[in-house]
């Protein structure tokens, strides 16, 4: 794998953008996740919670209006309701509460939700109720815990101070 850490825990992909999804070992149900990253002009990203829900992450600065492929969109299914991107090469900042969804004898008995999702401080995102993952994830299925994944192939980008924390 190409991507890796780099001078101050920062993890990349490289100037030329591409590379294998980076997957955590760990698993996560509900959490508070918070992240800081940089993208190239014209680079594409995402970042999926539980390795299946994607909260897009995408160079669209100055756009008017947003799409469900934009950045802080819930991609192919929600965009954002305003545009808080910041220029590319700047650093930017998500922080994402999350509730997995709730199983019960391998039955899903409440659907997923994005509490908040937050870019450079604006909410885009409150009590969204997921019915299904996104496109792209790790296994396709969903499940009562999950990795986090950070796509690593449209594109330059890095990623640190990476902070996931249990929510009760």
């Known amino acids: 794998m190409s991507a890796g850490p780099a001078p101050g825990g920062i993890i990349l992909?490289?100037?030329?953008?591409?590379?294998?999804?980076?997957?955590?070992d760990e698993k996560f149900g509900d959490v508070e996740l918070y992240l800081e990253?940089?993208?190239?002009?014209?680079?594409?990203?995402?970042?999926?919670v539980?390795?299946?829900?994607?909260v897009q992450v995408l160079d669209s600065f100055g756009r008017e209006k947003m799409g469900n492929?934009?950045?802080?969109?819930?991609?192919?299914?929600f965009a954002p309701p305003v545009n808080a991107s910041k220029k590319p090469g700047e650093w930017?900042?998500?922080?994402?509460?999350w509730r997995a969804p709730k199983f019960e004898g391998g039955k899903k008995v409440k659907n997923a939700?994005?509490?908040?999702?937050?870019?450079?401080?604006?909410?885009?995102?409150?009590?969204?109720?997921?019915?299904?993952?996104?496109?792209g994830g790790v296994t396709g299925k969903e499940a009562p815990e999950g990795p986090l994944m950070f796509q690593g192939n449209h594109g330059p980008v890095a990623y640190r101070n990476i902070v996931v924390t249990p929510m009760k």
């Open 92 to 97: 930017q900042q998500y922080v994402i509460e």
């Open 113 to 135: 939700e994005f509490v908040k999702v937050e870019l450079n401080g604006q909410v885009l995102h409150k009590n969204l109720v997921m019915p299904d993952k996104t496109p």
């Open 50 to 54: 539980m390795g299946e829900y994607e």
């Open 37 to 48: 990253f940089m993208i190239a002009k014209g680079s594409n990203s995402g970042v999926y």
């Open 69 to 77: 492929g934009d950045m802080g969109a819930i991609y192919g299914g």
């Open 13 to 24: 992909n490289g100037p030329g953008g591409r590379t294998v999804n980076l997957v955590s």
